[in-house]
Structures are given as C-alpha cells and as structure tokens.
C-alpha cells in the first residue's frame, strides 16, 4: 500500500526555468508535508514543510502548494541551478502515523547548465 | 550545530550476527527516528522515540528493536541479520513530536555477507 507517489521517476531541466515535482497520497489523515532533496551518499537534507491549514509555503527558490481535495502537493524550484541535481523526495505524517513519515519512491532531477 | 551525527558510517556482517547503530541528535532535539533505505527502495520507517519512550513502529519484525537514552541519542539494534538486512540505515532527529521536520545523519551503510 504505497501512501505516497511520486510518479515521475525523474525530471531534466534547463538552468533558469523552473523545476516542478509532484507528489500525490492516499491517506486523508496526512496533515503535514515535507520536502528533501538527496545526494549520493549523504542523508537526506529537509528543504520545506507544509502544513494542511495552508495550500503555499514559499522559501526563497523553493515553493510548496498543497491541493487538498486532490490529495497532490508540488514543490517548484525557481530558478533552477545545476546544484540542484538530485533526488528528491516528499513525504506525509499526519494521524495515528504521528512520528512516522511516508515518503515517496523519490524523483531524480538534473538540472543542465 | 552539529548535524544528527551516527556510527559507524559501514559496517560488514554475516548471516545471523547482531548490529548495533548509533545516532546521537541535533542539540535540544527530542525526537529520534530511524528509517531503512534498502537498495532500490524507498525510506522505510522504523521506530520513533521521544523522551525515552517508543511512540511509533513500522513494519518491521521484532528482531528490529531499539532504545534513546536520557541525553536521547539512540541504538538500534537487529538481532540474527538476514541478507535483506543490507541497506542503508538513517537517523533523523526533530525538535517537538508534531509537525516539526525531521533532520537527518548520513546513515550507516549495514552489508550482510
């Protein structure tokens, strides 16, 4: 029972334009998102949350929407930089999964100069 | 600040031994999570701690256990290793059990001969 898709095993962009990655869930008691990016060899690094209580979360380059209704979140990545290639992945927490994050299988993004 | 630090970062066992991870959080951080990369994979949760406590488990079966100390670094222990054993296990920390993003170390990489 797979909770978190991210259907887009991977994404190539040019320099400048901007990234987007989707994530969609199953599970309507998720009430809190995040999203990491991953490079080889290295833990995951958070880059941005969302609560359920909003549908936006921006962070300088990076922006989180959350549609609630479709059950889909995206992160976009604008401008996008080449030291953005890696893999990212969004996951959910929420309900009796308190503590327990969900993650997605990861979408692998290069960004090309 | 120091990251969520863990060790060892490798380590080679055979069938049927036992393992022993350790994770020590970011500063004034609770919450201790321990997830398991295997390859090809995603990130699979396994065990919660906060306050010295278990909160949460994921599918996992027993000989999967672990523990957070009062200063709340952690161990995590797998007893009679089976070659599915082998993957990458990572450590995240979090400041608060709800809603609060879980930061993570680079993860020990567990091989089983």
């Known amino acids: 029972d797979q909770q978190v898709k991210q259907n887009s095993p991977s994404l190539s962009v040019q320099e400048g334009r901007i990234s987007i990655l989707n994530c969609d869930y199953t599970?309507?008691?998720?009430?809190?998102f995040l999203w990491y990016k991953k490079y080889p060899a290295e833990g995951p690094t958070f880059l941005i949350s969302i609560s359920s209580i909003k549908d936006k979360n921006e962070d300088g380059r990076f922006t989180v929407f959350l549609n609630k209704s479709a059950k889909h979140l995206s992160l976009h990545i604008v401008p996008s930089q080449p030291g953005d290639s890696a893999v990212y992945f969004c996951g959910g927490a929420g309900g009796t999964s308190y503590g327990k994050l969900t993650f997605g299988q990861g979408t692998i993004l290069t960004v090309h100069p | 600040e120091a990251g969520v630090t863990q060790s060892p970062t490798h380590l080679i066992k055979t069938r049927g031994q036992q393992v022993t991870l350790r994770c020590s959080p970011i500063?004034?951080?609770?919450?201790v999570y321990w997830y398991q990369q295997a390859l090809g994979l995603g990130l699979q949760f396994l065990l919660w701690y906060d306050e010295g406590e278990e909160r949460n488990r994921g599918n996992f079966p027993p000989r999967f256990s672990g523990r957070q100390f009062p200063n709340y670094s952690s161990e995590l222990n797998v007893n009679a290793l089976e070659l599915e054993d082998s993957a990458l296990y990572l450590c995240?920390?979090?400041?608060?059990?709800?809603?609060?993003?879980?930061?993570f170390g680079d993860g020990t990489r567990l091989s089983i001969l």
């Open positions: 599970n309507s008691m998720f009430d809190y």
């Open positions: 500063s004034g951080h609770t919450s």
């Open positions: 995240a920390s979090s400041f608060g059990r709800y809603n609060q993003p879980q930061h």
